[in-house]
């Protein structure tokens, strides 16, 4: 029998479809966690706080597969994992579809001038003309990340007629390389920030990028906080140098009821409540996870493979 250890919320979803050859173990608390982690041979951590679930990860000696709902890891030991040689996978594309009509919300949101409809509305006043002119329709914007959640955002974008030029490692039609997008960025009306957070992606967008936008053009980023200069973008807005923000995520999280970006009227913030924004997540989630729990037993690859070396 090969020793599972999982999180009681999913046991209703998954109890009775698991294979004969997976002995489940459940937790309802961070203590019965601990306590149930070096026995695990497969594990799903998941818990709100993320250093238990780090802990939890480090007692596990035994672990061969780690299972997330989370896309990001970065918070795991992800040197420990790759050091045991643990095969690690994560919720990759779970809440792709919600996060990617987020994206499209804010981009709306922004170019109608919609936050200022809502708080007329909250007046009583009856406003004459629209606060935002701004069509999506023949705008262009850069993407980058096309993973599962930018796949999702660019047709999404497409079928409001905007024109999306995507980041690629490879070569495609209508793409641009890696090394390629600073010098265009000029060219762009949105920049769509949908990466991983890797020591790669760290902080690039900063003081640079941003001077090289457009003064009209709108920074969204669904990504990680991290993956932004934010004291360069504060700067950048309160100068307006760029036309605004759509941030569903900040560094650090939650944001101090006293940082700048709150009082910004260029930039809009969504407290990173973009995946949550639907009710089929651990459905989903338990769904790939029975799946994988067959293969697993029938020794086949699991999907979809986080890779510790590289961060996603």
């Known amino acids: 029998m090969t020793v599972a250890v999982l999180s009681g919320l999913v046991r209703p979803l998954i109890e009775a479809r698991l294979p004969a050859e997976i002995e489940p173990r459940w937790y309802t608390s961070v203590e019965e966690l601990l306590a149930l982690a070096p026995e695990a041979e497969i594990g799903w951590f998941d818990l709100d706080k993320k250093e238990p679930m780090a802990e939890a990860v480090r007692c596990a000696g035994k672990l061969k597969w780690l299972n997330s709902i989370y896309a990001g890891l970065d918070f795991l030991p992800l040197d420990l994992l790759a050091e045991r040689r643990v095969t690690v996978t994560n919720g990759a594309g779970i809440n792709a579809i919600t996060i990617a009509e987020y994206v499209v919300m804010l981009m709306l949101t922004h170019a109608k001038g919609y936050r ?81 957070a890797t020591p790669e992606t760290d902080s690039m967008i900063g003081t640079a990028e941003l001077a090289a936008m457009k003064d009209s053009a709108v920074l969204v980023n669904i990504a990680r906080g991290a993956v932004v200069d934010q004291n360069a973008l504060v700067e950048s807005l309160q100068a307006k140098r760029i036309g605004g923000a759509l941030l569903d995520v900040t560094t650090p999280e939650p944001l101090p009821s006293d940082d700048p970006l709150w009082n910004l009227e260029n930039a809009q913030i969504t407290m990173h409540l973009s995946g949550r924004a639907q009710s089929k997540m651990f459905v989903r989630s338990a769904e790939r996870f029975v799946e994988n729990c067959h293969r697993f037993v029938a020794g086949d690859a699991l999907a979809p493979i986080f890779d510790p070396a590289r961060g996603y």
């Open 116 to 196: 200022d409809v809502v708080r007329a509305q909250d007046r009583h006043e009856w406003l004459m003309d629209s606060p935002g002119k701004l069509e999506l329709a023949d705008t262009r914007a850069l993407l980058l990340g096309l993973g599962a959640i930018g796949g999702l955002i660019m047709t999404r974008l497409q079928a409001f007629d905007v024109e999306v030029v995507p980041v690629r490692r490879t070569p495609a039609a209508g793409a641009l390389g890696p090394h390629e997008w600073r010098a265009r960025l000029g060219e762009f009306d949105w920049v769509i920030l949908a990466v991983p």
